[in-house]
């Protein structure tokens, strides 16, 4: 049986993130045709992507209730100085 060998170069972009892989994978016509670095690089690039975007968007909504909250704080306050400096 001979080399079933490939040199693949990959750039994978998603979630404002981008990762590159250079690797030389095995072909294997029965085994599924890819070589499973191939898809274990997508599925780690695709994990640590998520993961960032998710926690972006906690902390954006993190900042939207803290300013909510903020504001009715300060609605709070205003109301308790004017109910107690007349």
């Given at each position: 049986?001979?080399?079933?060998?490939?040199r693949?170069?990959?750039?994978?972009?998603?979630?404002?993130?981008t990762?590159?892989?250079d690797?030389s994978?095995?072909?294997?016509?029965?085994?599924?045709?890819?070589?499973?670095?191939?898809?274990?690089?997508?599925?780690?690039?695709?994990?640590?992507?998520k993961?960032?975007?998710?926690?972006?968007i906690?902390?954006s909504?993190?900042?939207?209730?803290?300013?909510?909250?903020?504001?009715?704080e300060?609605?709070?306050?205003?109301?308790?100085?004017?109910?107690?400096?007349?």
């Open positions: 049986m001979g080399d079933s060998r490939a693949v170069k990959i750039e994978f972009s998603i979630y404002g993130e990762y590159n892989a690797m994978i095995n072909y294997f016509p029965t085994d599924g045709l890819i070589d499973d670095r191939v898809t274990n690089f997508f599925d780690a690039s695709y994990r640590d992507a993961g960032k975007f998710d926690e972006a906690y902390k909504e993190e900042g939207a209730r803290n300013q909510l909250r903020e504001a009715e300060r609605k709070e306050l205003d109301r308790l100085k004017e109910k107690y400096e007349k």
